[in-house]
């Protein structure tokens, strides 16, 4: 069974563009949530998708933004990028069944210059 | 709102030596705690995981962790380490269909021949 898969893996961008960072859950899983990872402030998270809807979202500005298509994959944008949000990006998925075990994929490591 | 406090940042121990590695949450009732493990430039991996009854669980990697509802811990312990467990821990804790997991500071354990 395949695990959770983010492309891209490292991406490098300049302040002021923007990004979208792709996620594939495990197959059958229907939740997929996104969590933000860096040395200053750890595990953050982001946002939650299930069938396609937000159930929870963290505490990021709306330059932080995603979505879920109807084969359960999702996608966030982070929009006029700053310096600080260099970061690993991490994607997880789960049945969605309740707040449940998190399987995460490996990240996509993103870094503004 | 729930929280996680890992009190140690760092631990060094020698291989062959047991471990212990501290996590104290805030959460009024009942809590979901898990304990990942991350190596480095890898996604987090599930240790174990407590959502009710058996206050000591059993993970995968010879981990084991007992819940303490008196002392709001959930401390992961290994008998005997290995080289391989070197890595960065993270406990975390989510309430029930609130679809996101808090999670502590993280502790690096380093591992010594």
């Known amino acids: 069974k395949a695990g959770v898969t983010q492309t891209p893996r490292y991406l490098i961008k300049t302040r002021g563009q923007q990004v979208t960072l792709s996620c594939s859950p495990i197959?059958?899983?229907?939740?997929v949530s996104w969590y933000q990872q860096t040395p200053g402030q750890g595990l953050q998270f982001l946002f939650e998708?299930?069938?396609?809807?937000?159930?929870n979202k963290g505490n990021f500005p709306g330059r932080f933004s995603g979505r879920q298509f109807s084969n359960s994959r999702s996608e966030m944008n982070v929009s006029t990028l700053e310096l600080g949000d260099s970061a690993l990006y991490l994607c997880?998925?789960?049945?969605?069944?309740?707040?449940?075990?998190?399987?995460f994929g490996e990240g996509s490591r993103l870094t503004v210059l | 709102a729930q929280s996680v406090t890992q009190p140690d940042i760092h631990i060094t121990v020698s291989e062959g030596a047991s471990l212990e590695l501290r996590c104290n949450y805030s959460?009024?009732?009942?809590?979901?705690l898990f304990w990942y493990v991350q190596s480095p430039g890898q996604g987090l991996q599930l240790l174990l995981k407590?959502?009710?009854?058996?206050?000591l669980v059993q993970g995968i990697k010879g981990f084991e962790a007992e819940f303490k509802r008196s002392q709001s811990s959930f401390n992961l312990r290994k008998p005997s380490v290995h080289w391989s467990d070197a890595a960065e821990y993270f406990c975390a804790v989510g309430a029930p269909n609130d679809y996101k997991l808090s999670f502590g500071a993280g502790t690096t354990v380093t591992v010594r021949a």
């Open positions: 998708y299930f069938s396609e809807t937000q159930r």
């Open positions: 959460y009024g009732a009942t809590p979901y």
């Open positions: 197959s059958g899983h229907r939740s």
């Open positions: 997880a998925s789960s049945s969605g069944q309740g707040t449940g075990e998190l399987f």
């Open positions: 407590y959502f009710s009854g058996d206050t």
